[in-house]
């Protein structure tokens, strides 16, 4: 009779063992995980890091490329929109000025303030189960988590990850994002929610809550915008558009799909809100 | 010797196979496709190395991916050890020094890394049609790359054994 052999049974004894300290680590020490978690993050950065700074030096001689006369009219170009930036930065200040002037007459409370931070984006993790951006700028430029991720195209997301060089965005079109959003030129609250994305077409997310009243179409989407409810978004940030709305599952309210911008899919710069006084919830929340 | 110097190398290839795969992911982002490109990670750590190498190999891989993916912590460091073990159980079967048998384990670790993500991360939206055309879409080019990238991954890890003067035979083979 063949001997039989306990050994070849050390895989899974050993796996058992490793599954079941796995299991009991946590109820032990709550840190210990989120520790060693940190510090594979930590330890992954500098590559990360380093390849985003090679795809910028990559940029740079890829742009000493280009002939003398390409870049004079380039700065031409830019030269014009400076000054028409600089009118529009004018006429935005006493706005401001009269904004101010009237909330002070009204006795309003003050709006939250927020301190811009320009940050690339080193990575995109787009797929079924997660819409994610890593930006290259975390604990040493004071990223909040939490706080607003924006673009020229209007939001992108909020950051739910801080490292210390590096930070995580949860970007609008993922099913875990939600936010209070309003049509434009209408003040009713709706809510904004991301959706499991198809991969054909651009990104979508849809609107719920939407009141009866309201009327979309092709020829005249409603721009879905930020609120300032909830605190994370200043107002007036464009979400995406929505062409179609129908009654809900309440038969109350009305939904639709919202389309996202295209280029929320190729970013490369982002800029995060830090808001000057942060929201103190024992504090300020009623 | 507690640890097999191969441990170290198959390592560090599984972490160049991750970043390099990360990096096309986020190259593809803009076309909405994505590579999930783990299946090799576990082949020849499995089919090469002691069991305690293979242990130490894969517990070293699990976390470095579960650092750098957006899945909960734990789901690769604990898949992978399971997918694992079961391979170095079975691996009397599988001939190593042709890749016919690691490119095939490799799309079959592939597969279960797929259902792992999608039972671990994505149970939430089960019911979205969309969710599972993108995991349809998904499965279809990350296998299609796998035919090109597995062989070339073995070789490049047989190629690094060579390199290190390490041993370029499986471990305590076979394993009855």
Redo the contacts between chains.
Sequence with gaps: MAKFRLDKFKPIVALGVFLVGWWIVPTLSKSFLPFVQLSFTEFQAPAWIVSSYLDDLESFWARRSHSKIELIEAGQELARQKAFYQLLDQRNKSLETEVMRLESILDMPSRREFRYQVARVIRRDLSAWWQQLVIRKGEDYGITEGAAVIFAGGVVGRVVEVNAFTSRVELISSPNFRMAASFEGDVRPVVYQGVPQSGFGGPIGEVRDAPQDLVANTQNPLRLVSTRLGGTFPPGLMIGSVSWLEPGSTGIFQAGSVRLDKRLLSLQEVSVLIPLNPLNYDRDVP | MFLDPRAIILFATNALLL?LC??V??SL??L???L?LLGPMLVLPALYLN?RS??ICI?LTG??V??????T??LF??GF??MG?LI??ARIRFRTEHNYHPILLAHITNVACLVL??IG??L??IS????W???V??AAISHAALLIIAPWFFNLQRLLFELCHVDTEPDEFP??
Excluded: K, R
Aim: hydrophobic content about 55%.
């Design positions: 970043f990360l990096l992911n986020s982002a803009p909405s496709l994505y999930v069991h293979f242990f517990l976390l470095w579960d650092a750098a993916l957006p899945a912590f734990g460091t604990c050890l399971v073990t170095t159980m993500l999608t991360e994505g939430h939206y979205a049609p969309a969710f055309l993108q995991i879409i998904t394993m009855l």
